[in-house]
Nanobody, 123 residues
Framework: QVQLVESGGGLVQAGGSLRLSCAASGRPLSLFAVGWFRQKSGEEREFVAALSVLDTPFYSESVKGRFTISKDSAEKTVFLQMDSLKPEDTAVYYC?????????????????WGQGTQVTVSS
């Protein structure tokens, strides 16, 4: 079992930055691929970024070059650094973990989910 708790969301102006954190407890994150998803109001959840067990990052086209996913050296926290934010980035952001990277990247599913954190970007 892995428990995930996100933090760091908030209100920011367009062009600004936020860093989301996802604190993990239970089994070590080194055993899992981890990812970030977002769900905009009235839309389905979408993949944002993932990190393989070997720390290889993957991004959706909509955030590539602006967002950076990383883990701390203790393998306890996953981060999503979000720069050059746009109003269309407004969503609830969720972190997730799964033994399968493809489940996260291609199927937008995961065994473990956080509760979500709201990010609002004003124009």
């Amino acid at each position: 079992q892995v428990q995930l708790v996100e933090s760091g969301g908030g209100l920011v102006q367009a062009g600004g930055s936020l860093r989301l954190s996802c604190a993990a407890s239970g089994r070590p994150l080194s055993l899992f691929a981890v990812g970030w998803f977002r769900q905009k109001s009235g839309e389905e959840r979408e993949f944002v970024a993932a990190l393989s067990v070997l720390d290889t990052p993957f991004y959706s086209e909509s955030v590539k070059g602006r967002f950076t996913i990383s883990k701390d050296s203790a393998e306890k926290t996953v981060f999503l650094q979000m720069d050059s934010l746009k109003p269309e980035d407004t969503a609830v952001y969720y972190c997730a973990a799964d033994s399968s990277l493809n489940a996260i990247r291609k199927d937008s599913r995961a065994d473990y989910w956080g509760q979500g954190t709201q990010v609002t970007v004003s124009s």
